[in-house]
């Protein structure tokens, strides 16, 4: 009797908790993600340091990168960012809102220098406001996308696009680490969750790409038909 009981408590143990790992996976595979993956080729491209070691260089190399790409048959859009999302690395960095000079672990975002094509080729969702554009990578002036979690973060109720926000350089790599980008905020995209299906997003900040142009990164490609476009890629 002693040994029925147990038998029995542990597979009652056992059905529970494959009931909630089920429910769970459930819930994971439902939650929206905030992008289109499927036909979603992603790269990673590390350029020489001798030859590609200044901003310029290596953002004329993302470009031509880019433009090659989408000369492929079969390629929808190509994009470049630091950090794609499901990838290993990302990385925070410090942000101040005017009219607030506090800076601890609160004024902390992550940080995604993108093209002005990223948000297509990801097909991402804008909340409000408009997404960069070649006229942003080309300008001094920055301008900045913040996502929805950024957006009730510092202005909870109010209205980001038109605010004016100070964003500290985060590439250790470049020679002006830690200096700020002053500009203003130009759109709210959509949260994307970025780590995993089942963690929900955290504040983020995207950065023309040419603003700080990352050593390296992650070419992004959308295909019609991933199988056939990855080898000429």
Known sequence: RVLVTAQFAIALVLLVGSGLLLQSFRRAAGAELGLDPVGVITFRVQPPGGVYSTAPEAAALYERLMSA???????????????????????????????????????????????????????????????????????????????????????????????????????????????????????????????????????EVYVPYTLETWPWGTLVVRARNAATVVPAL
């Open 69 to 203: 790409t989408r000369a492929v048959p079969g390629v929808v859009e190509a994009a470049f960012i630091n950090h794609a999302p499901f990838g290993s690395a990302a990385i925070p960095t410090f942000v101040s809102i005017a009219g607030r000079a506090t800076l601890d672990s609160s004024s902390q975002v992550f940080y995604r220098t993108a093209s002005a094509t990223y948000l297509a080729t990801m097909r991402m969702t804008l909340a409000s406001g408009r997404w960069l554009d070649d006229t942003d990578m080309r300008s001094a002036r920055a301008s900045f996308v913040v996502n929805e979690s950024m957006a009730r973060r510092y202005w909870p109720g109010g209205r980001a696009v038109g605010q004016r926000l100070t964003v500290t350089r985060a590439s250790q790599a470049r020679s002006d680490f830690g200096q700020p980008i002053a500009g203003t905020v130009v759109g709210v995209v959509r949260d994307v969750r970025q780590a995993s299906r089942d963690l929900p997003a955290d504040a």
